[in-house]
């Protein structure tokens, strides 16, 4: 049985990942004032990731059988990876779009290799999950959790190990939490105001996601005022928090090009080119994913779990 409250709050937060991405990179473009763009980024980023952690957590349930338990995580989370990282590889190769400039065919091949884009997210999580499996109990849970923080306040590890480590605390936190908390809801008022709150002193401290303890502090209040605000969001926003996958595997290529189309034709309103390309990256991904349904290809192609688990649980959707 899914959790209707937590299918909303997904809905709400992979509409800030599209947003954060194409706010991103407008700022690559010089289309931002720099002020303005730390300011909305560092809002952004202190919960729009770590609240997806932090219910794959909440909803994660360790399989009796380990390697059963293996496979089914390395099918519905790195193949996927690999699938739509070298779709982008391939749109970089021929279009010569982004960073890098045209890419060639054996960067393409070895574009997953380690995660670029916003790959990074589903090997953290199979990570974690695989983690959970293998160590298993909340002793071992709450020890990543308070490691996992020293680590990153201490060394302050960059790059893609930096990305994981940042984010391994939401989910094991999720993990010791569950969902029991959240049967009888959430005064909405209060997690309003923690959400303000949090968000007012991460500004206030300019701190970033995450590298000290009152990062860390900021980012779970945060996170808990925005399920509590989003628990009874609408039919519409709980329907985006069932497709979340779709979208975050694909929206870079649709919300990107957007972006850019609208850019090179002129348009000078960075409001417009945000909503514009917002909403192209969250309704196109479901067209397609409408589309795969249709011709039975959404497991293929890694917007449905290939493999589930065979008790009811609520199976999270594995995207931010």
């Known amino acids: 049985m899914r959790i209707k409250g937590l299918d909303a709050a997904r809905g709400a937060a992979i509409v800030f990942v599209v947003f954060g ?16 763009f730390e300011t909305i980024d560092r809002a952004v980023y202190l919960f729009h990731m770590p609240v997806f952690f932090l219910i794959s957590g909440m909803l994660f349930k360790v399989p009796e059988k380990l390697l ?3 496979s089914r995580i390395s099918v519905n989370l790195l193949w996927p990876m690999c699938l ?12 010569g779009a982004g960073n890098k400039g045209r890419i060639s065919p054996f960067e393409v ?4 290799f380690p995660p670029k884009s916003v790959f990074w997210f589903l090997l953290a999580l199979f990570l974690f999950q695989a983690a959970a ?96 605000i989003c628990l009874k ?21 649709f919300a990107a090009g957007m972006r850019v189309v609208l850019t090179r034709l002129g348009l000078k309103d960075v409001a ?29 192609l890694g917007f449905e779990p290939l493999r589930k688990r065979r008790v009811a649980v609520a199976v999270p959707a594995t995207a931010g």
């Open 272 to 300: 417009t080119v945000v909503l514009v390309s917002t909403a192209a990256g969250v309704m196109l991904p479901l067209i397609l994913f409408d589309l795969s349904q249709r011709l039975g290809l959404a497991g293929v």
């Open 84 to 95: 739509w990282a070298w779709v982008e590889g391939c749109v970089h190769l021929v279009t």
């Open 68 to 70: 059963g338990g293996f």
């Open 21 to 36: 991405h194409v706010w991103r990179g407008l700022d690559g473009q010089g289309l931002v004032d720099p002020h303005l």
């Open 133 to 228: 499996m293998v160590l298993r109990g909340r002793v071992a849970a709450t020890v990543i959790t308070v490691g996992s923080v020293a680590v990153v306040v201490l060394a302050q590890p960059q790059g893609l190990t930096g990305q994981i480590v940042q984010h391994a605390p939401f989910f094991f936190v999720g993990l010791l939490a569950g969902t029991r908390w959240l049967e009888k809801g959430l005064p909405i008022a209060a997690c309003l105001a923690a959400f303000v709150l949090a968000e007012a002193v991460a500004w206030a401290l300019a701190v970033s996601p995450f590298e000290s303890v009152p990062a860390y502090l900021c980012g779970f209040v945060a996170c808990v005022g925005f399920l509590g």
């Open 109 to 112: 091949l070895t574009y997953p």
């Open 233 to 253: 969001g609408s039919a519409l926003v709980r329907k985006l928090g069932e497709r979340t996958m779709p979208i975050y595997l694909t929206h870079i290529i």
